[in-house]
Nanobody, 124 residues
Framework: QVQLVESGGGLVQAGGSLKLSCAASGRTFSAYIMGWFRQAPGKEREFVAAIRRIPINTYYADFVKGRFTISKDNAKNTLSLQMNSLKSEDTAVYYC?????????????????WGQGTQVTVSS
């Protein structure tokens, strides 16, 4: 079993920054792709960003391009999401996810493992 634990959420003013982290642990695991999704109250879960292992590539939702950066430390099995220029509409619970197979990165149903989520609240 693989466990994913997010951290780094919190309350920040609009225009500010936060860095989310996701620590992966459990059995030996080399995810083909890892990603971040978010879900705001009353809304469906949506794709935020993903990073593919081989060949390395990153993917972003249009609404975060230029503001968010996804990265992965393979030695530490840690996924990160640097979020800058935060807006009130970025308020949501952010989830880390991992997929072991060759899958399209933007579809949550393709992911095998999920974290419990971390709350990000952006005040205007």
């Amino acid at each position: 079993q693989v466990q994913l634990v997010e951290s780094g959420g919190g309350l920040v003013q609009a225009g500010g920054s936060l860095k989310l982290s996701c620590a992966a642990s459990g059995r030996t695991f080399s995810a083909y792709i890892m990603g971040w999704f978010r879900q705001a109250p009353g809304k469906e879960r949506e794709f935020v960003a993903a990073i593919r292992r081989i060949p390395i590539n990153t993917y972003y939702a249009d609404f975060v391009k230029g503001r968010f950066t996804i990265s992965k430390d393979n030695a530490k099995n840690t996924l990160s999401l640097q979020m800058n220029s935060l807006k009130s509409e970025d308020t949501a619970v952010y989830y880390c996810a991992a997929a072991s197979g060759i899958v399209a990165p933007a579809f949550g149903n393709n992911y095998d493992y999920w974290g419990q989520g971390t709350q990000v609240t952006v005040s205007s």
